[in-house]
């Protein structure tokens, strides 16, 4: 199965930021965008086309849902970090100190899980534990029914970013890869 993404990431990151006064306004105005719009049409479109699989991406972040969809599915996960759409300004943000303990929470419990194939920054290991607020969907779609399904997002309104692919492998593994 492919994996496949509704909305960025980085809305913990960037909420927290606001609550210390470290975001800009730009980078607010994305992010309570990106939270307000809702799942339904995604949710509509992946009811059309059948998925595998589906979990939204809230308090656990990325990593944190993926490992309990793969855990229950019985398969690894293999993630390309330069295909998951991420809030403009987000690592920055990381880097200059907008981590919520929920976040910080989830890198730990779910960091075991994940390996991290290439060199990554620390800011980008956080965000795949952001604790999302108002997050996408997550979805886990057989191969030959992605392109319909991109399609049937596109129909909706709905954006999809293919992140990655579920497959062989210790159930509840992640592998980053650049």
Same mark, same amino acid.
């Given at each position: ?10 809305? $913990? ?24 719009? &809702? ?5 509509? =479109? ?22 309990? &969809?793969?855990?229950?599915? +019985?398969?690894?996960?293999? &993630? ?9 300004? =987000? ?6 100190? =907008? ?21 990554? =920054? ?13 997050? +996408? ?12 399904? &991109? ?15 579920? $497959? ?11």
């Amino acid at each position: 199965d492919i994996l496949l993404l509704t909305k960025p990431l980085g809305t $913990g990151i960037i909420t927290t930021a606001m609550d210390r006064g470290i975001a800009d306004h730009s980078a607010g105005e994305e992010a309570v965008e990106v939270m307000a719009a &809702l799942n339904k049409a995604a949710g509509l =479109a992946m009811t059309a086309v059948g998925v595998s699989a589906c979990v939204d991406v809230t308090g656990f972040g990325l990593i944190g849902h993926l490992h309990e &969809l793969s855990v229950a599915s +019985g398969v690894a996960a293999y &993630l390309d970090y330069h295909a998951i759409p991420v809030l403009t300004g =987000a690592e920055d943000l990381v880097q200059a100190g =907008a981590v919520s303990a929920g976040t910080q929470r989830n890198a730990l419990h779910f960091g075991p899980y994940t390996e991290w194939k290439g060199r990554f =920054a620390k800011a980008q290991q956080v965000i795949l534990a952001d604790a999302q607020t108002s997050g +996408g969907l997550l979805m886990s779609v057989q191969r030959e029914k992605t392109d319909s399904l &991109l399609w049937e997002l596109a129909q909706r309104g709905a954006h999809g970013h293919i992140i990655g692919e579920v $497959g062989p492998g210790k159930p509840g593994s992640i592998v980053v890869r650049p």
